[in-house]
């Protein structure tokens, strides 16, 4: 599952090293205790935990406490929750589509102005309250075309959807 472009990308950023990545890896092949982890991976223990906590945060591995009867110290076994990755992909991945949808109805819906030393870009109301002038330089505002940039909207969200697409075909 960690090969996965998405559950990559998701596991990087929470784990913030791509280092780490051994550590998910570990905790995917079966529940481990936080000490086998470090010993099967070579990191120091401080940080498999450190990760650990941080995945458990999002929900991302749950762990069971158990206590050793000779020692009476406590030893947390680690499991990796697949589902919730699944489930936390599908909803980021919906976010963002929503934010690209939105950001391309409002690119196709108005027209821009920028400031030549690029300072501001507004859309024709914003421009016109400011009387077509760059708050900061004072320079007249000079209309900007969009279609680029709508159409790499267009190519984002199609790969996007791609993605995703391809993600839940794969975890259905």
């Given at each position: 599952?960690?090969?996965?472009?998405?559950?990559?990308?998701?596991?990087?950023?929470?784990?913030?090293?791509?280092?780490?990545?051994?550590?998910?890896?570990?905790?995917?092949?079966?529940?481990e205790?936080?000490?086998?982890?470090?010993?099967?991976?070579?990191?120091?223990?401080?940080?498999?935990r450190?990760?650990?906590?941080?995945?458990?945060?999002?929900?991302?591995?749950?762990?069971?406490?158990?206590?050793?009867?000779?020692?009476?110290?406590?030893?947390?076994?680690?499991?990796?929750?697949?589902?919730?990755?699944?489930?936390?992909?599908?909803?980021?991945?919906?976010q963002?589509?929503?934010?690209?949808?939105?950001?391309l109805?409002?690119?196709?819906n108005?027209?821009?102005?920028?400031?030549?030393?690029?300072?501001?870009r507004?859309?024709?109301?914003a421009?016109?309250?400011?009387e077509?002038?760059?708050?900061?330089c004072?320079?007249?505002?000079?209309?900007?075309?969009n279609?680029?940039?709508i159409?790499q909207?267009?190519e984002d969200?199609?790969m996007v959807?791609?993605?995703?697409?391809?993600?839940?075909?794969?975890?259905?």
């Open positions: 599952m960690i090969d996965d472009p998405l559950v990559k990308t998701l596991l990087t950023n929470v784990v913030e090293d791509e280092s780490n990545l051994p550590i998910v890896e570990a905790l995917e092949s079966g529940v205790t936080d000490e086998e982890i470090a010993k099967k991976t070579g990191i120091k223990l401080n940080i498999v450190k990760v650990l906590y941080k995945l458990y945060d999002l929900g991302l591995a749950s762990y069971k406490r158990s206590k050793d009867p000779e020692t009476q110290w406590f030893t947390y076994s680690w499991k990796f929750e697949k589902e919730e990755v699944i489930n936390h992909i599908k909803k980021d991945s919906e963002y589509l929503k934010m690209l949808n939105d950001e109805e409002h690119e196709e108005n027209m821009f102005f920028v400031c030549p030393q690029g300072h501001v507004f859309d024709f109301d421009a016109s309250d400011y077509f002038l760059c708050p900061v004072m320079e007249e505002l000079e209309f900007q075309d279609n680029d940039h159409k909207l267009k969200i199609k959807e791609s993605n995703f697409n391809s993600f839940n075909k794969q975890n259905s």
